[in-house]
């Protein structure tokens, strides 16, 4: 009966990421399920210590310096109580995905079968974006809990935000299925080819923007097998300049920041430009988390675009949000904080490293251009799927060290 409990939550957290396609409340409710049925599982002290442990280390000392610094922000917020809500939430998910990659690494069984649910869900997931805004708009309706019909627009619509979680399940569901073997590499490699179709179809552009950025891991990291690393830099940094070459060129003007509309929108510019503009007023320590939409001035109406608020809700842009809300010292101590991470993975150096760093690419870059950085359920599928694939190749922790 132990042994059922720990296989359902690790089937479940699996599951929650691709589950998105359904909805923000499926995914909260599955990951509350794993984190219960775990809690009734024996093996529970164990994740304990060894999460612990792990947020005993630099990245987690540099995440309780982030939170720390966050606090004047919060302080002197234009809306100190919705502040202190999204801090303490993340005060909450950070540690809770740490116990989740920590009870799946003292697991093994449980880790292939979180593997096996994200293979298979992923799969699921990712054929539904391709393909259900036109061959099954009513189930999408169903799925995201309106009642049919729907046309094929709407659906898809309706499915774009999940393009942005395809770009991060990708990487992840790819490795999955390669590291289950057998069948499951070739359902892990559709599941992977299909989320790229999935946010093409829901015209994902920051979806294939966030692919961008974990495809180019992907060749940093057959450079560093091969040996290449002098070689795959460059051609990294070529096909940047490509990239940005092709969007001047395609560009039909400059937008509020003079950057080219055919790199970034004139909406999103305007947005930033305005944001921008009010760091002068609160440089160190910003005007406070998850506020930017009440800066004055922010909800004038722009009908040049589509009559929408100057900021509609959020900056579309982590950097930019987290400059504007927490100023200068919180979004450094966010960079410092992720900086450690990621060269705790680069020097681990493994294949589930690397699959963990195509996640964090994908997730990085896609969020310089679509959701708030404060999103609970864009935050949940950074953490899950990283604390998913990490776990799964996680070395058991040194005698008296920390893992």
């Not at 610094?69 to 801090?87: F, H, M, R, T, Y």
């Not at 299909?194 to 992907?218: D, K, N, Q």
């Not at 842009?317 to 904080?337: F, Q, Y």
Request: net charge positive; glycine share 12%.
């Amino acid at each position: 009966m132990a042994e059922r409990r720990a296989a359902w939550g690790a089937a479940a957290a699996g599951l929650a990421v691709p589950a998105l396609v359904s909805g923000r409340a499926t995914m909260a409710a599955l990951l509350v399920a794993a984190l219960v049925l775990f809690a009734l599982a024996p093996g529970m002290v164990a994740a304990w210590r060894r999460a612990a442990a792990a947020l005993g280390s630099p990245p987690g000392w540099a995440a309780l310096a982030m939170f720390v610094l966050w606090l004047p922000a919060v302080a002197g917020s234009l809306d100190p109580w919705a502040s202190v809500q999204v801090w303490a939430r993340m005060a909450v998910f950070l540690p809770a995905a740490v116990l989740l990659w920590a009870r799946l690494a003292n697991d093994a069984e449980a880790a292939r079968v979180a593997l096996r649910a994200l293979v298979g869900g992923g799969l699921l997931a990712a054929a539904l974006a391709a393909a259900g805004p036109w061959l099954a708009p009513g189930l999408v309706a169903l799925l995201r809990g309106h009642a049919p019909p729907w046309h094929a627009d709407e659906a898809a619509l309706a499915l774009k935000g999940f393009g942005s979680a395809l770009a991060c399940l990708a990487p992840a569901v790819l490795w999955a299925g390669w590291r289950l073997g057998g069948g499951w590499r070739w359902m892990g490699v559709a599941a992977a080819v299909l989320a790229v179709a999935g946010m093409v179809a829901v015209r994902s552009h920051a979806g294939l923007a966030g692919m961008a950025g974990a495809a180019a891991v992907g060749v940093l990291w057959h450079g560093v097998r091969a040996g290449r690393v002098r070689v795959t830099a460059p051609l990294l940094g070529l096909v940047a300049a490509l990239g940005l070459a092709a969007a001047f060129a395609c560009s039909t003007g400059a937008g509020a920041l003079g950057l080219p509309t055919g790199l970034v929108d004139a909406h999103r510019q305007a947005i930033w430009s305005f944001a921008l503009g009010h760091v002068p007023q609160a440089p160190v320590f910003g005007h406070g988390i998850d506020i930017v939409d009440r800066l004055p001035g922010a909800d004038v109406v722009v009908p040049a675009f589509d009559n929408q608020a100057r900021i509609p809700s959020h900056t579309h842009n982590a950097l930019v949000e987290l400059l504007v809300e927490t100023g200068a010292v919180g979004l450094a101590a966010a960079l410092v904080a992720l900086g450690l991470f990621v060269a705790g993975l680069t020097r681990r150096g493994d294949d589930a490293a690397w699959a963990a760093l195509a996640v964090v690419a994908a997730y990085a870059v896609s969020s310089q251009v679509n959701f708030s950085v404060w999103a609970a359920w864009w935050q949940g599928t950074g953490l899950v799927l990283a604390a998913l694939v990490l776990a799964s190749a996680a070395p058991a922790p040194p005698s008296g060290g920390r893992p």
